[in-house]
């Protein structure tokens, strides 16, 4: 097993990190998972994503058990995203090698997204920074880091794909490592909400959720 940490925040809201130090056949035999995952897990092709795949599950198992919710069924709904079957608590799942990582809710929605700054990100900034977010974040791999995960992470609370990461989720300036806080704002015609993101960092990660 190699669960990194369980993190209760509040009464309501928890969060589990698991490091993948297995192949996804041994990851396999951990827990039993249902047939509707087996089949997912059978349209993933590379052994790293598969690793990933189950290691999210194993996460979200660990962290349930915890709050020792009980017998429960993992689904995606239309959109794709991760909902815990005849239940009012929520969850959302991630993962970036070798780490994976879930969160649950007792009755907010939550998103949660773990990623490593890279130069990559410079490379794709303008698809995702607005241009009255550039001041802030352009071209340094770990703010640009910082946002993409503030965004990736409400993109999964709010569950729909036609959500525009650059027109849609608005970032604030960010004073990290002083501050280990965000403030975003999703931002639609018909629905406005800001957030308050928390930042961990664990060795090279960053690790955003809704608190």
Known sequence: MALTKIVKINDKLSWALWKIDAPWTDLLKEREISQDELALLTTISHPIKKAEFLASRLALHALLTSEEFGEYVLQKDEHGKPFLLDSTSHISLANSFPYAAAIFHQDTPVGIDIEKPSEKLI???????????????????????????????????????????????????????RHLFMKANILLPDHSQGFELQIVREENFFILFNV
Not at 150 to 161: D, H, I, Q, T, V
Not at 162 to 168: E, G, M, R, V, Y
Request: aromatic content about 14%; charged content about 35%; overall charge positive.
């Open 123 to 177: 490379r794709v900034q303008h698809k995702f920074l607005h241009e009255d977010e550039w001041p802030d974040f352009r071209d340094n791999p770990e703010k640009l880091c910082l946002a993409w995960c503030a965004k990736e992470s409400l993109y999964k609370l709010f569950g729909r794909k036609d959500l525009s990461f650059k027109a849609n989720i608005c970032i604030h300036k960010t004073d990290y490592p």
